[in-house]
């Protein structure tokens, strides 16, 4: 015999609760952050983040589902290695591309520790 699956209580909400839910799922349906869209209606930031913690422990909305955006990633740095010698390209001594695209050159390349401690601020 199949064990069946249980099936989760309907949770009676109180008027004030489905007030402040209304306004949650308005905020994400708008994609706004929670803070931003009770300040442009006037609402409490510290009520509405307190009905979405009590909601959200009730069960009625998802811990998921939060209005935030995702992080954008910070780019990282690129290795670089330093040669022995030096070569000029075109009069230009040294050349480094950063991994945004960015061109720096030199005209006077430095020499020794100096470089390697460039190489060390750009690796």
Same mark, same amino acid.
Not at 4 to 9: G, S
Not at 31 to 57: C, F, I, M, N, W
Not at 65 to 83: A, C, D, I, L, N
């Given at each position: 015999?199949?064990?069946?699956?249980?099936?989760?209580?309907?949770?009676?909400?109180?008027?004030?609760?489905?007030?402040?839910?209304?306004? #949650?799922? !308005? =905020?994400?349906?708008?994609?706004? /952050?929670?803070?931003?869209?009770? %300040?442009?209606?006037?609402? @409490? *930031?510290?009520?509405?983040?307190?009905?979405?913690?009590?909601?959200?422990?009730?069960?009625? #909305?998802? !811990? =998921?589902?939060?209005?935030?955006? /995702?992080?954008?990633?910070?780019? %990282?740095?690129?290795?670089? @290695? *330093?040669?022995?010698?030096?070569?000029?390209?075109?009069?230009?001594?040294?050349?480094?591309?950063?991994?945004?695209?960015?061109?720096?050159?030199?005209?006077?390349?430095?020499?020794? %520790?100096?470089?390697?401690?460039? *190489?060390?601020?750009?690796?």
């Amino acid at each position: 015999m199949k064990a069946r699956p249980r099936r989760r209580a309907a949770v009676r909400l109180t008027e004030r609760q489905r007030h402040w839910l209304e306004h #949650i799922r !308005a =905020a994400q349906r708008k994609d706004e /952050p929670l803070t931003v869209y009770a %300040e442009q209606r006037g609402l @409490s *930031v510290s009520s509405l983040y307190e009905a979405k913690r009590h909601l959200r422990k009730a069960g009625v #909305i998802a !811990a =998921a589902g939060g209005t935030k955006k /995702p992080k954008q990633m910070v780019p %990282e740095f690129v290795s670089v @290695s *330093v040669r022995e010698r030096v070569h000029s390209v075109n009069g230009t001594a040294l050349r480094v591309r950063l991994g945004s695209g960015a061109l720096l050159e030199w005209s006077d390349a430095p020499q020794g %520790e100096a470089l390697r401690e460039l *190489v060390g601020m750009l690796s």
